[in-house]
Nanobody
Framework: VQLVESGGGFVQPGGSLSLSCTAS????????MGWYRQAPGKQRELVAA???????NYADFVKGRFTISRDDAKNTVYLQMNNLKPEDTAVYYC?????????WGQGTQVTVSS
């Protein structure tokens, strides 16, 4: 399974960005799809996740600002990020479960700065 992310970039505080991640390859039954981030000098942390049934889980620091969604017909997970803050600056990684395997994308940089 390969994951390709897109949508990162540079935005001013208060702005919005939308990330997407599409899975390809040996796709049979994707389970949880999620987004993590890692800022310089910090550990990778969960941002949001969504199960195959549509249940969503958000980190407290993004609740009310970020929305995760998925399109199973396209094997794609999205992250809509609104009201971005400088502390949201990080490399954002897509993560996908399929049966007992776990896969990571290559990461996409999000920079929030004035």
């Amino acid at each position: 399974v390969q994951l390709v992310e897109s949508g990162g970039g540079f935005v001013q505080p208060g702005g919005s960005l939308s990330l997407s991640c599409t899975a390809s390859g040996s796709i049979f039954s994707i389970g949880v799809m999620g987004w993590y981030r890692q800022a310089p000098g910090k550990q990778r942390e969960l941002v949001a996740a969504i199960t195959s049934g549509g249940a969503r889980n958000y980190a407290d620091f993004v609740k009310g600002r970020f929305t995760i969604s998925r399109d199973d017909a396209k094997n794609t997970v999205y992250l809509q990020m609104n009201n971005l803050k400088p502390e949201d600056t990080a490399v954002y990684y897509c993560n996908v479960d399929q049966y007992t395997s776990n896969y990571w994308g290559q990461g996409t940089q999000v920079t929030v700065s004035s």
